[in-house]
């Protein structure tokens, strides 16, 4: 799962 590693490592618009 590459989409949740990249998400999980800095998700600053995701977060909000």
Do not use: G
């Amino acid at each position: 799962m590459i989409f949740f590693a990249i998400f999980f490592r800095e998700p600053p618009k995701i977060s909000t």
